[in-house]
């Protein structure tokens, strides 16, 4: 059973930063696609950024140039840095596991990011 969980969250002012964390457990990092998705109040949950089981990253155009998503695959975390934090990014953010032989997706429990003065 693949689990995830997310910390790092929290309340930050307008240009402040953030770096989230997800720890994996029970699984090989070079199996799985990690994805970093958020989801605001009243909107769908939309993918943020991606790497893949060779390292390549991929990013929505709303958070290219502030967000770096990162992992290391010794530890079996996957983070996502907020900088240039604006209060749009305010939301739940998700961990999100894809197995690229199995097509297993998991997610984690979520952790809120708010951007407030």
């Known amino acids: 059973q693949v689990q995830l969980v997310e910390s790092g969250g929290g309340l930050v002012q307008p240009g402040g930063s953030l770096r989230l964390s997800c720890a994996a457990s029970?699984?090989?990092?070079?199996?799985?696609?990690m994805r970093w998705y958020r989801q605001a109040p009243g909107k769908e949950r939309e993918l943020v950024a991606s790497i893949t089981t060779s390292g390549a990253t991929t990013y929505a155009d709303s958070v290219k140039g502030r967000f770096t998503i990162s992992k290391d695959s010794v530890k079996n975390t996957v983070s996502l840095q907020l900088n240039s934090l604006k209060p749009e990014d305010t939301a739940v953010y998700y961990c999100?596991?894809?197995?690229?032989?199995?097509?297993?997706?998991?997610w984690g429990q979520g952790t809120q990011v708010t951007v407030s003065i």
């Open positions: 029970v699984f090989t990092f070079s199996n799985y696609v």
């Open positions: 999100n596991a894809y197995n690229v032989w199995t097509g297993g997706k998991y």
